[in-house]
């Protein structure tokens, strides 16, 4: 029976010694931890992650009896950490690299190939760790940032299982991203994964720009064309357990100091309350000076509002946290310093940890909540206020650049940099009637109650469930070792044998112009021992015009057909020979329409052959490309009615030629004149199309790619491509 497979970094149960030295279990508290914990109690699944102790802090008997625990209690598996692991991966890659460029603070990104170093290596701990439990056909939900490369780890060992990521932190935009020195292996991380999920359309789309720009990836209505797989991208809202803050029922115990200040004050104060951990992303400085520009603006709140700023310890130990703590508090006590009477004061700052329980004493006492993260992925802190005011009381502040935000349109949102801004939205939430409230809560409570937590967790999986892995392979398979033993055995025993070749993306990776992709010295060696072969005919049949490729690989015994089929020269021949009959009086008006596209857009450029042109467009920004495609197609299809010119697409290309040029016409050319025992042909786009339909019906075709073929099979990428020859040229 197959099982659901939870990885994150931090296991839903945190391990302690206590001062006897005894273990201790204790539920973890987060937004993941609380989120998925009710799913996975209920359901077949084992959760794995760090357990919250060094190596250093266990014996070997106490790692014995944790493991066993864990294991047989919470139906969890620990990964070991060192402490020199948690300081350069957790701390350091993970919370000095990825967290704040994550959360567009430049300035505060730390690049170090040490702790890149690490990162990859606790990556790979956790895949080991994995392997122990993930069976052929599991599914296995991978959560957050610091495990980024672990998706593809799985994905290469374990490719018939379905692996989910999501990220709960913000997915920068590609200006941002692209900053990044690991950039590439991060995002082919995050591609093993089968379905990738963020809190946010704006994040998901941030996402495929990326990948588009960095990798050059194609996508299809949020599926990222990647290698011989569809990677299905989308936007999943983490909701939180409403009933539990809706129906929470308040113990009548003896209240503490803080909760009784936030209760204690008249019905004519107005307490605005604001919840975070210490971290910069969160805005809190900026917040107080709102709040700061709220009193100065709005005289007439004086004496008539507090601020409670709740924030909660985090890394105090970093000189950079310790030094925020410090503004904060020389912040906090300017206000009070500049506005507080003998009878008022203004901020009362709480810097500890309060349970949840006491966090929604302080919703239901607080007739506004404050929140403006400079950035933020989610914010669950807004979702719970709302939750826990059952009487649909009071509101939200939020920033703009907080992921809720997407979903609370009734709330207020302001600009966290903005000051005035935010101080005006403080005002307008305190001067909003209690009809108003109601009304407004009345709609985002149905929302949230629809859509909490169970609702994430169970769309997400629902969602890789429906994933058809081989969605887009239609009919046409992958080669696995039996086709790839075939094929050989044919070829061993075939005297007469033909191959058809494209070169752009079949031989060779796509560059970013047509020259740079010369072969290298490990092509040039396979075509030549193909071509030595004496019972090999060895073609290279290309869109590319004919003296680049005779001048790359003229010095083999190779068979050139080039533009598509236009041009055909023999090994031993002097001069090329045009197959058919063409002019170019076309060609001055279409080389006009496609240089004043090029003017346009930055990055493409015409490429003008003997009786083609091509308008190249791979360095263009994606989404001017996505927009002006249909324009220049239907300008061009306007010009060529009534004449024998066709287009072309190809890889980022459009090329633009007499219909009568195509790569089956030089199929139709060789065939008759042998008597071939073994017919084989490779190609990556539409253009080798014409080829893969021309050839006889045991003729063995692969399309490189994932795109729909009149292929007999397909293999991943042109590396796998040469694998493929290569063992065709060893099995000779």
């Known amino acids: 029976m197959s099982k659901i497979v939870i990885i994150s970094n931090r296991l839903p149960t945190t391990v302690k010694k206590d001062a006897n030295g005894q273990l201790q279990f204790i539920e973890s508290i987060g937004g993941l931890a609380t989120g998925l914990k009710a799913f996975h ?115 290469n060992h374990f490719p018939s299982s379905k692996i989910g990521f999501f990220l709960h932190i913000p997915f920068p935009s590609y200006e941002i991203f692209r900053l990044l ?290 969605e887009e392979q239609e009919k046409v398979p992958f080669l696995n070792n039996q086709h790839v033993h075939a094929i050989s055995r044919a070829y061993q025993q075939a005297s007469q044998r033909i191959l058809f070749l494209d070169y752009d993306g079949t031989l060779v990776g796509f560059t970013s112009s047509p020259e740079q992709a010369r072969p290298d010295k490990k092509l040039m060696e396979l075509l030549s021992q193909l071509a030595k072969d004496p019972y090999n005919t060895v073609v290279i049949i290309s869109g590319r015009e004919r003296h680049a490729l005779w001048n790359w690989l003229g010095h083999l015994q190779l068979h050139f057909v080039a533009s598509h089929g236009l041009w055909l020269r023999h090994p031993g021949q002097k001069d090329w020979r045009m197959m058919l009959s063409l002019d170019n009086e076309w060609k001055e008006v279409v080389k006009d329409i496609m240089e004043s596209y090029s003017d346009r857009i930055p990055g493409s450029f015409v490429e003008e052959k003997d009786y083609s042109l091509v308008w190249h467009y791979r360095q263009c920004d994606p989404k001017m490309a996505d927009i002006i495609l249909p324009e220049i197609k239907e300008t061009l299809m306007t010009m060529m009615n009534n004449t024998n010119l066709c287009i072309q697409e190809g890889k980022k290309i459009i090329e633009v030629k007499d219909a009568m040029m195509n790569k089956g016409l030089c199929v139709s050319h060789f065939l008759p004149h042998q008597d071939y025992d073994f017919i084989f042909a490779m190609g990556d786009d539409s253009t080798d199309e014409d080829m893969f339909s021309a050839l006889p019906g045991e003729a063995y075709s692969v399309k490189v790619g994932i795109e729909k073929t009149h292929a007999r099979y397909r293999t991943k990428s042109w590396q796998s491509a040469r694998e493929l020859l290569k063992e065709l040229m060893e099995k000779s």
């Open 181 to 470: 020195i690991w950039r590439k292996e991060l995002l082919r991380g995050m591609l093993g994964a089968d379905l990738i999920g963020f809190h946010t359309y704006d994040y998901v789309w941030h996402f495929l720009n990326s990948t588009r720009r960095i990798l050059g990836l194609d996508e299809l209505l949020n599926k990222v064309i990647y290698e011989d797989r569809m990677v299905h991208v989308n936007a999943f809202p983490m909701g939180i357990e409403y009933e539990r803050f809706f129906h929470y029922v308040e113990p009548k115990t003896e209240q503490s100091s803080e909760e009784k200040s936030s209760s204690s004050y008249s019905p004519a104060i107005k307490k605005i309350l604001s919840v975070d951990r210490l971290d910069y992303t969160k805005g809190i400085p900026q917040r107080i000076k709102a709040f700061e520009c709220f009193l100065d603006a709005y005289p007439e709140y004086h004496e008539k509002v507090t601020f409670m700023l709740i924030v909660a310890p985090s890394r105090v130990e970093v000189d950079e946290y310790y030094e925020l703590l410090k503004e904060i508090q020389e912040l906090v006590s300017e206000v009070n310093g500049k506005y507080a009477t003998m009878d008022w004061m203004p901020v009362w700052f709480f810097f500890r940890k309060f349970s949840q329980e006491q966090l929604i004493h302080y919703y239901r006492n607080s007739d506004v909540l404050l929140v403006t993260p400079l950035r933020d992925g989610m914010n669950l802190v807004a979702k719970e206020y709302i939750a826990s005011r059952n009487d649909y009381k009071g509101m939200v502040v939020i920033s703009e650049t907080a992921g809720a935000a997407n979903e609370l349109g009734e709330a207020i949102i302001v600009n966290a940099n903005d000051c005035k801004d935010t101080a005006l939205g403080i005002k307008k939430a305190l001067e909003i009637s209690v009809e108003g409230q109601i009304q407004r809560n009345s709609i985002l409570h149905q929302r949230l109650k629809r859509a909490n937590v169970n609702f994430w967790g169970e769309e997400f999986l629902t969602s890789i469930k429906e994933i058809d892995l081989h």
């Open 41 to 155: 109690q209920r359901s077949n699944s084992v959760w794995i992650g760090w357990p919250g102790i060094t190596n250093e802090e266990l014996k070997e008997q106490d790692s014995i009896l944790m493991r066993q625990q864990l294991k047989e209690d919470y139906k969890c598996l620990a990964v070991d950490l060192t402490e020199n692991e948690i300081e350069q991966f957790y701390h350091g890659f993970s919370n000095k690299t990825l967290w704040p460029l994550f959360h567009y603070f430049i300035d505060k990104t730390n690049y170090d190939e040490n702790t890149w170093r690490s990162y990859q290596k606790v990556n790979k701990k956790f895949f080991q760790h994995a392997k122990e439990v993930i069976q052929p056909n599991d599914i296995v939900w991978i959560h957050d940032y610091q495990l980024l490369l672990l998706p593809e780890m799985i994905k």
